[in-house]
């Protein structure tokens, strides 16, 4: 359950009310729809399956994938396959021992997919310390599938050049200070993400 399109309403409306430089980004874009995936283990594996190929491709992917395993919830099946099966899917090998690294984790406990700490940092790490899962993808899972509501996902390129150009910047900031540039938007920084990747889409200037 991501955030609703009230909640990202509310949340785009109060960083407006203090930084007129994003009510004036609002005025041209407008509001974005919700971004919502499904809470659970098998979202991420999905991921982990489409990262670095296109969304057809990674579509295409997973389903082979689906085909091979039966039921992509059931991670305890899914950890004892080997690595050259999980391969037949079209998996490159690390994205097979990443799959199964996951899917190890939350069938033994290790990873509590269900019940990931309330704290966001704490809940980051929890995810970033299975192979496979960066800083990036952690955040987009809490974000879209849990609907944290002030997950800053400052990593991502689209969200680092939208802040650039509705702040008026002359180049596109670093990972760093787009963290330090949006601390006054807390804790609303989840829907002001949002707002950032769906800037990026709309032609406005």
């Known amino acids: 359950m991501g955030l609703s399109a009230e909640a990202l309403r509310h949340g785009i409306d109060s960083v407006a009310a203090i930084e007129p430089r994003v009510a004036e980004a609002l005025a041209r874009a407008g509001y974005p729809e919700p971004r919502i995936s499904d809470r659970g283990a098998t979202t991420l594996m999905r991921a982990i399956v489409g990262q670095q190929i296109s969304v057809a491709a990674a579509a295409s992917v997973w389903a082979k994938f689906v085909a091979l395993v039966g039921d992509p919830t059931d991670m305890a099946h899914i950890a004892a396959l080997p690595i050259e099966t999980l391969r037949t899917a079209g998996l490159s090998g690390q994205k097979a021992s990443y799959v199964q690294s996951?899917?190890?984790?939350?069938?033994?406990?290790?990873?509590?997919?269900?019940?990931?700490?309330?704290?966001?940092?704490?809940?980051?790490?929890?995810?970033?310390?299975?192979?496979?899962?960066?800083?990036?993808?952690?955040?987009?899972?809490?974000?879209?599938a849990e609907g944290r509501l002030d997950i800053w996902p400052a990593g991502d390129l689209a969200v680092q050049i939208e802040l650039g150009r509705i702040m008026g910047l002359e180049k596109r900031p670093t990972e760093k200070a787009t963290r330090e540039l949006v601390e006054p938007w807390r804790p609303h920084r989840g829907a002001m993400a949002i707002f950032m990747w769906h800037h990026y889409k709309t032609p406005v200037f």
């Not at 899917?103 to 290790?110: I, Y």
Request: hydrophobic share 55%; aromatic share 6%.
């Open 102 to 144: 996951l899917a190890g984790h939350v069938a033994s406990g290790a990873l509590d997919i269900d019940n990931l700490p309330v704290d966001d940092d704490e809940a980051v790490a929890a995810l970033v310390a299975v192979k496979g899962i960066g800083r990036w993808s952690a955040e987009i899972y809490l974000l879209f």
